[in-house]
């Protein structure tokens, strides 16, 4: 008797900029549900805004999307990007302050969605996680006062790749 088996690819686990974790929309697949967090592959929709999320994370795009649709959060807005073009200017960021009210987070990410550096609340350097390849900051201690490797917001000098 032969069984078809479906292969599902491994879905990369969310870190959260806030502990703990507030409701949480992912608006993009690839990601693993949580309790507290839920993925949305398809954007915004019903379901995203019936499960009432604190905190959204997507791209800038999705993001503004959300702030023309005057949806109010109560946490955070996590900007996620895949590649340095789509790092957020201080104007991007301003503007998604001002449509949210609330603090705007970046994470960058490489395939898979593994997360490679993320901002952390003193809103300074970056975080840099072990998949990080990119150029450190030595010698830089965070304003935040976690000892962790930091690297440059830099948009030219940000190298998002994962290490082997």
């Known amino acids: 008797m032969l069984f078809t088996t479906r292969t599902r690819e491994a879905a990369a686990a969310f870190v959260h900029p806030l502990d703990p974790a507030p409701r949480t929309a992912i608006l993009v697949p690839g990601f693993a549900s949580t309790r507290t967090v839920r993925v949305f592959p398809h954007g915004w929709d019903n379901a995203a805004q019936k499960f009432a999320p604190a905190a959204v994370a997507g791209t800038f795009d999705q993001l503004l ?4 649709k005057d949806r109010q959060f109560t946490h955070a807005m996590i900007s996620l990007a895949w590649h340095r073009d789509d790092l957020l ?6 503007l998604l302050w001002e449509a949210f009210g609330v603090p705007i987070f970046e994470q960058f990410l490489g ?3 593994v ?3 993320y901002e952390c609340q003193a809103h300074g350097d970056f975080h840099a996680t072990p998949a990080y ?3 450190i900051l030595k010698g830089r201690r965070c304003a ?3 000892d962790l490797p930091t ?3 830099n948009r030219e000098a940000l190298v998002l ?3 082997a």
């Open 89 to 94: 200017t201080p104007r991007q960021s301003d």
């Open 65 to 68: 999307a959300l702030a023309h």
């Open 151 to 153: 690297c440059s917001v």
């Open 111 to 113: 395939p898979g969605n």
């Open 115 to 117: 997360l490679l550096a």
């Open 133 to 135: 390849a990119g150029p």
């Open 144 to 146: 935040c006062g976690i």
């Open 161 to 163: 790749r994962a290490t």
